[in-house]
């Protein structure tokens, strides 16, 4: 199906909002008329430099407060109309939109409102217009699908069809199936918008919070079929008045939202992009650093050895149990110091993956990176963590392990099994693209979001994982776009016995994060421990939580750069991160941050 | 009356967030549960900076969930409690709060919860601690605050009480007239929040909306008058969850915080500062530049005239009709290029003004800037614009008009009359305390807040105004703190006819914004004119708009360093601002500055 966008779902001028929906891919476009008014180009311009760019122009919309008024006010709206169908006719755009008047002046009369549209269609059809009347939720006396095609059913002009939009027909809670009664060939247009699910005045919520399908809590698939049944074949347009989009640079929106339609017609069933390969493990993440010495030592007291070295290139492998970390000293550093650069995603079809997520427009990167490394499948997430799709010692597939000679270092300590998580910080303005991103791509559970008390703004953090837990990523955003080392990546390591692990860590010469007594103390209030527990956990510095299904104790590393390590001990069926603990282990490392000011 | 915010109205560690209370005059605080739990500050010295700081505990609230449980749970809930007991002896705090219970545990049995609210009473009056239990508006059983006192009366002891929330009670839409009911004895504790009125989940505009009094929509005068009629004597306390503060500097959040107090106060008729003094017009506006040649020249185009210089400083007056401006090229540049740094004020009494915005807690500037001045009496807005408070040419005061001596160049034009407005951008997070600022202090009318798109985001904007509109000053704030040049200050020049100062304008070499003709073919659209007047506005590039009351016609300079001009014609009563046309002026002067580069 054709996919189109409206330019107020995108931030610029009308060119970049243009050029930006045109390098997503989409077909078209619905121009809102603040960015035309805005525009320095003629409406002739816009519509070629649209031809350039393969787009269509397939819906204006001028025009507010048209019908079920008094005869005076409804000449000067057709005076109005006819100034805008001139327009559209250098704009080259055939289909006008017209929502339900919220007009004090207009009357609770269909009759009305179906006579006066007719004559509105017939002058359009003069000009070779359609016009598509939609219900706002918030209409004055039409405000549901079936009330806005009944009077065009009443109309009943060939020029006259009825627009869908997802968000008024969700957000008031009306039963779609009903769309199944409109013919088709009525259903001039349908615009798509999710959102999430709040309970707020509905003309605040459309105007500021609408998202891109997939991202709220409305069943938009569920939607879409029922309007498919009818024959519907124009396009699939997304008109999502957002915040944070209009702030947020056009291109990765629009890559956003287009990806956002893939899955979405993937979910119905008119495409079939290859299907989701999903991880089963994490084979590695990999470190990069301009200066290894205390990025390793910090690895050496956590048990881990330098078990290989890359045959070509300055990265090591340091490995504990099944958790595997490469130290990458060569890598040109794209941002400051020490960070998370890479990411190996243990894939039973590494290609097949790869496949899907260059379908879903994750950007591909070169599968060889020197002439003697095994080429492996690999493409970049939203915030540039590059995800490579491996099968580790899998034979018939490339290996990177064997790229690496071993260095004759076996562990020796096995406090660590393997990584429990990874947290990443996502960059502002992309945190809803990032977990569905990670759901669509890589077929990850997207959790709940849950906010974090950060001392100086609120964080948000939600976790993409597979069903077993086998991997499982924390997207975390921060309140402002302001640059913060605090909220920097961190490795979760997974322990059976965090205490050993910890005093291991710490006679190793590993320092933790202090936390403070007060923290004990309060434990002490909400749980019963046995004797002495409690006291080792603060004298190391864990942290405790504990769920319906289990319990959690963790701890944390300084930072290295914009790492830190996590160890974490699962009991139970726990199944969440320790969010509870968050709000003090973030002021515990804000607070070591002034006193070492780093 | 003494005054208490809640820590968790501040930003930052618990030391930062006491210190800021502390220099905002506050005589106590509500210690967060959270903020105690991650300071590495034992109790005893928190309680020790508190005392240094001058600032007494009045409250801490560790405690959820307590009352209407079943017997095993409330056990074990006492439990906790003793330890949450011993932990305020040693914080020396002595007023507990107790929210009604959220539990799914929780029954609907007022008897069960007076009695185990009593049995919680006994214990805490153990440790000389009173419980102030409160009707949370989203609480299980207990919303309201006439019930949480129904159940406090009928548990009967003595160390138990009510603790009032003002945005419990006006959230909800209960008639706080009630509250006189209560004994004030019975009243243990007064939180106060403002909100703006949204119509949403009533827990998460708790949570993330809350304002200080007088910056949302609720009659928080109005509550507290009921509540002085109990004889309540305890602390004002301000405990406001909000986004925004969470991110804002804790020093400035505290004194907007205290100064809503303080009207607050004044409302209500138990605190008297000195009266408001509202200003009659704008005496001047100063604009500093490290270089004059572009803006005089921009001046000069205006039909300004170089009027008067400084006696002793490199300042000029340029005068038109009414409209003074001071451009001064000697003071250090504290920010970069050319900004408007003060506003003089024409005031009633220029003395009296600055003692009340002194007692409203503005920073006071030095009277005198040098020997020979005459000493104007000055504070600083929160944005930094210095405001002087002047009495020109009138007898008995200081002239700041006699520091100039006559340059001997009269205006040559006078199609500007006065100044219509000033627009000053306000820095992100302290857009509320702006307004309040100017309407507490000024007294000064702050009409509603409007939202304007701008290419790369919403901006907000809020006019204060004189009743008769002699001082107009539109504030703003961006979508995010990015710095942003194109977002800057103006000064709108009022004219009687904007076509013939537009035109002196562009022949004396001055250009104007240009307006792109999709605009005009829409007002052609969408208004009558005479023959050849859009025509007109469409060359010069002059925007138009219509209220109720009349017309508005404006255009706009280009922009130097961060300052630009406006050239306004009101006609009829027009009382706006022309923010219709808001997005259009921001695209072109986007626009502008990426042909410019600048």
Redesign the interface.
């Known amino acids: 199906m054709r996919t189109s966008i409206a330019t107020v779902s995108l931030?610029?001028?009308l060119t970049?909002k243009l050029t930006a929906a045109s390098r997503a891919g989409f077909d078209g476009v619905e121009i809102f008329?603040?960015d035309?008014?805005?525009?320095?180009?003629?409406?002739e311009e816009i519509r070629a430099r649209c031809a350039d760019l393969g787009l269509t122009v397939d819906l204006y919309q001028?025009m507010r407060d048209i019908e079920a008024v008094p005869e005076a006010e409804f000449a000067r709206n057709l005076?109005?109309a006819r100034?805008?169908f001139e327009?559209m006719g250098r704009l080259g755009a055939d289909t006008v939109l017209v929502c339900s008047s919220v007009s004090p002046l207009a009357v609770d009369d269909d009759a009305l409102a179906a006579g006066q549209l007719a004559r509105l269609a017939a002058l359009a059809q003069d000009f070779g217009i359609r016009v598509a009347y939609e219900a706002l939720a918030w209409g004055r006396h039409v405000s549901t699908y079936d009330h806005a095609w009944h009077i065009v059913e009443t109309a009943g002009h060939p020029a006259l069809g009825t627009c869908l939009d997802s968000f008024h027909i969700l957000s008031r809670g009306s039963d779609p199936k009903g769309i199944e009664d409109i013919p088709g060939e009525k259903i001039f247009f349908l615009q798509l918008a999710d959102a999430p699910l709040?309970?707020?005045?509905v003309l605040?919520w459309s105007r500021h919070y609408r998202c891109f399908p997939g991202q709220g809590g409305f069943d938009i698939a569920g939607l879409l079929a029922h309007v498919l049944r009818t024959g519907y074949d124009g396009p699939l347009s997304l008109e999502v008045f957002n915040?944070v989009f209009?702030?947020a640079e056009a291109g990765p929106t629009a890559v956003d939202a287009r990806r956002s339609l893939l899955v979405l017609q993937e979910t119905v069933g008119v495409a079939a992009p290859p299907a989701p390969v999903v991880p089963t493990g994490v084979a590695f993440a990999e470190l990069v650093t301009p200066d290894a010495e205390l990025l390793t030592a910090v690895l050496g007291a956590l048990g881990f050895a330098r078990t290989a070295r890359h045959r070509s290139k300055p990265v090591d492998l340091w490995q504990q149990g099944e958790a595997r970390l490469l130290v990458n000293t060569g890598t040109a550093v794209r941002r400051d110091g020490t960070q998370l650069a890479a990411i190996g995603l243990e894939s039973p079809d590494p290609t097949a993956a790869a496949r899907r997520a260059e379908a879903l427009l994750a950007p591909v990167l070169p599968r060889r990176r020197a002439p003697e490394d095994a080429p492996l499948d690999a493409v970049a997430a939203p915030d540039g963590t590059e995800l490579f799709f491996c099968a580790t010692d899998r034979p018939g597939h490339p290996n990177w392990r064997a790229d690496f000679e071993d260095a004759g270092h076996p562990p020796a300590a096995a406090e660590v099994s393997r990584i429990d998580h990874l947290a990443l910080t996502q960059p502002w303005h992309h945190f809803d693209e990032a977990a569905l991103f990670h759901s669509s791509v890589l077929g990850l559970h997207a959790q709940e979001s849950v906010d974090v008390?950060?001392?100086?703004?609120?964080l948000r953090s939600r976790a993409v994982t597979t069903p077993d837990g086998g991997v499982r990523i924390a997207l975390s955003v921060g309140?402002?776009?302001?640059d913060d080392t605090v909220h920097a990546q961190h490795i979760a390591l997974a322990t059976d016995d965090v205490v050993a692990a910890a005093r291991r860590f710490t006679e190793a010469g590993g320092r933790l994060l202090?936390i403070?007594?007060?923290?004990y103390?309060?434990l002490?209030?909400?749980f019963e421990f046995a004797d002495g527990e409690l006291e080792t956990y603060r004298d190391l510095g864990i942290l405790y939580d504990r769920d319906a299904h289990g319990a959690f104790r963790h701890c944390y590393t300084r930072t290295v750069g914009r790492v830190f390590f996590e160890l974490a001990q699962r009991d139970g069926d726990y199944r969440g991160y320790g969010a509870q603990n968050a709000?003090?282990r973030?002021?515990?490392q804000?607070?070591l941050k002034?006193l070492t000011g780093g």
């Not at 403070?516 to 923290?519: D, G, M, Q, R, S």
């Open positions: 931030s610029g001028s970049e008329e603040n035309l008014l805005a525009s320095p180009l003629t409406p001028p005076r109005r100034h805008k327009l709040l309970a707020m005045d605040q915040d209009r702030q008390a950060d001392p100086y703004g609120l309140a402002a776009p302001t202090p403070p007594a007060n923290y103390d309060d002490a209030a909400r709000p003090v973030l002021s515990a804000h607070a002034r």
